[in-house]
């Protein structure tokens, strides 16, 4: 198959180009004009360069796809308009390319989150509680319009890490620091290897089943706040005091941080909206429908996946042995 995959250049994006080209389909990349793709280049992959703010290029990039595999998104935001610019009108611009371009394609794929079906244990209806969620439940919700037009999916990730992921590179540091501040409230949630998120990708673009699938997947653990950052202390073979702390005192910490990036003009990683999913107690989800349905499982067990996470960033020498 000749599958375009948008993203390719971050985390997840960059393990599914790896996965597909080990599956022997003709893989492209869609990127921004910015991009460097020399690595991406090197592996043969065919760069396609559009942008996803504007529909530019998009016309070519899309020419004789069979599958398309929408990665890119953001989490990081100083707006709700950031968000909705970010996550969901992007999907919409890529959404109506597609539709008007290549009505032939295969296999549409959202990727998602478990942000934007909301906080909860496996099968229970709730509602995303963060604005990054909205933004993709909205995302999901344009994609899901058009199944009727288009076979389409909708992967709903939980957090991911792996080598190759910076969001958890605090949590290492901070246990390599000796001190780990969680969420007192934390007491459970789904976690995945990067790369067993890309093979759950692939699944569902080989795959067959009905258009409209919405579907989750995990390794099956359900750490919380605490039992993560001993985890992470076990991998990196370091002793830790964890600290929990209330959900009132995260939030003031994250308007104190989004002060400091007001005036620095910087990122911070401690924003109000991740807070407001920070301190849900649950964020779990299972893996059942897509084992039935497609056969897929998870593959590396968390802990393993955290020492293999540690010993890349031991070598990247984004931490200290």
């Known amino acids: 198959m000749r599958v375009l995959v948008t993203g390719a250049t971050g985390f997840l994006g960059s393990l599914l180009i790896d996965v597909l080209l080990e599956a022997g389909h003709e893989t492209r990349a869609l990127v921004r004009a910015s991009s460097n793709c020399d690595v991406l280049e090197q592996k043969g992959v065919r760069v396609l360069r ?98 009727d037009k288009l076979p389409v999916t909708i992967l709903r990730a939980p957090a991911l890490y792996g080598p190759g992921d910076q969001r958890m590179l605090v949590l290492f540091r901070a246990v390599g620091a000796g001190l780990g501040l969680v969420p007192r409230s934390s007491k459970g949630a789904s976690l995945l290897h990067g790369r067993d998120c890309a093979q759950a990708l692939l699944a569902i673009v080989q795959g067959s089943h009905d258009s409209g699938r919405i579907y989750t997947v995990s390794d ?76 897929w499982k998870p593959s590396i067990a968390p802990q393993a996946g955290l020492q293999e996470t540690a010993r890349w960033y031991l070598i990247q020498g984004w931490i200290s042995d």
């Open 50 to 147: 559009a942008s996803l703010e504007s529909g530019d290029g998009l016309r070519d990039a899309l020419a004789e796809v069979d599958a398309v595999v929408h990665c890119a998104g953001g989490g990081r935001a100083k707006t709700r308009s950031d968000f909705r610019r970010n996550n969901t009108r992007t999907t919409g611009i890529l959404l109506a390319a597609v539709l008007e371009h290549a009505p032939l394609v295969s296999r549409f794929v959202l990727v998602s989150s478990l942000a934007a079906r909301g906080p909860g244990r496996p099968g229970e209806a709730t509602a995303p509680v963060s604005e990054y969620g909205r933004s993709k439940l909205a995302a999901e919700e344009l994609v899901l319009a058009a199944a």
């Open 220 to 295: 099956g653990s359900d750490y919380s706040a605490v039992q993560l950052i001993r985890a992470i202390a076990l991998a990196r073979r370091r002793r830790v005091f964890v600290l929990p702390l209330p959900g009132w005192m995260l939030r003031c910490a994250a308007v104190l941080a989004e002060a400091w990036a007001f005036v620095s003009g910087r990122e911070v990683l401690l924003t109000r909206d991740k807070v407001a999913d920070l301190i849900q107690p649950f964020w779990l989800c299972d893996f059942a429908a897509i084992e039935e349905e497609l056969g």
